[in-house]
């Protein structure tokens, strides 16, 4: 199971400055361990704001993360294109993967039909992390995207409590 | 009702030459044309419509030693109003949105917005304090230093005369380009 320890121990690791976020059941409980980390969080009311916020701080020489569920990605989309793609910003991203480990609570759920095909056609450097024990992959997939100067994406695996 | 130009000369003519300023839309459009651009200006063409607002906000935060003015539409407003809470919740004390507000869409073709609302009692009920509103260019012009200087996060609505037709604003060079240079200058 991934913590929120963990993660604030790995974004402390990148040096991240500032958390721009719309919490889910998984990712929301990372919040207070983020905190307690010494970065900022931003909490949006819809996903969108949370690339374009992203792109401000990193303009303003921040370094800063947007953590958004699978669905606000689906949401997002007109702010993603412009911020990566047009003012080719190199933010990255923490999408959570909504009910890829358990289907139980919604069964069906079409965001498994729909993540993946759609963060390709966003054409983004995507790096999947299916368990705690590849929270470390994270930092090496974000320095790699910063060093190319393009955004990037951990994908991480949710449904498992 | 204020021309959309006297709504944003005084605008030009106060900016110190660390603000930042952002302009989307026919603001962006109307600001090219009042004079050449600063090293700090953000015309946000091409846009993501409504995000002009959260662009300002981040570049405030990450620059809490720098005001940053971000001229936005009534519909760019109206498409993204929740990031008036985001904004009030995070407060920047060093952030100004002016919202020319003219009640319509005036790049597309001046087709009316869904509603015209009380822009100025949405910002109030977001909890931010100072909220200013102006409907003649010489009264604004008097006071914008005035309202600029009060602690932010401030909005200021103008109520600004459309004009349908003006052509919509044109990118004035490579995005990506503009973000480099943009980013440099916010670095010195």
Request: aromatic share 6%; hydrophobic share 45%; net charge negative.
């Amino acid at each position: 199971m991934i913590t929120g320890a963990g993660v604030a121990d790995v974004l402390r690791s990148m040096a991240i400055s500032h958390v721009v976020t719309v919490p889910d059941g998984t990712i929301g409980r990372w919040e207070n361990d983020i905190e307690r980390a010494g970065i900022r969080l931003v909490r949006v009311c819809r996903e969108g704001e949370a690339w374009t916020i992203a792109g401000g701080l990193y303009l303003g020489g921040a370094a800063p993360l947007v953590l958004i569920q699978c669905t606000g990605l689906f949401e997002s989309g007109d702010a993603l294109r412009n911020t990566l793609h047009e003012w080719k910003l190199p933010i990255y991203a923490m999408i959570g993967y909504r009910s890829y480990l358990n289907q139980d609570n919604l069964p069906g759920d079409t965001s498994l039909v729909f993540t993946e095909p759609i963060l390709a056609a966003w054409r983004l450097d995507v790096h999947f992390i299916k368990d705690s024990g590849q929270l470390g992959e994270i930092a090496e997939h974000y320095r790699a995207c910063q060093a190319a100067s393009k955004p990037g994406v951990a994908l991480i695996a949710e449904g498992r409590s | 009702m204020i021309a959309l130009a006297d709504a944003l000369t005084p605008v030009r003519n106060a900016r110190r030459d660390d603000d930042v300023v952002v302009t989307t839309m026919a603001a962006a459009k109307v600001w090219m044309d009042l004079g050449p651009a600063h090293p700090l200006d953000m015309v946000f063409v091409p846009s993501c419509m409504g995000h002009a607002t959260s662009y300002g906000l981040g570049i405030a935060l990450a620059q809490p030693g720098r005001r940053v003015i971000v001229c936005n539409g009534d519909g760019s407003m109206l498409m993204s109003l929740g990031s008036l809470v985001t904004i009030a919740s995070q407060s920047p004390p060093n952030l100004v949105v002016i919202i020319m507000d003219n009640g319509v869409y005036e790049v597309t073709g001046a087709q009316p917005l869904p509603a015209r609302p009380d822009f100025a009692a949405l910002a109030r009920a977001t909890g931010i304090a100072s909220v200013h509103c102006f409907g003649d260019a010489a009264e604004w012009a008097g006071a914008m230093e005035r309202v600029l200087a009060q602690r932010g996060p401030t909005v200021v609505v103008l109520d600004v005369e459309p004009v349908p037709g003006r052509p919509a604003p044109k990118s004035p060079g490579s995005a990506s380009e503009r973000a480099a240079a943009l980013k440099r200058a916010l670095a010195g």
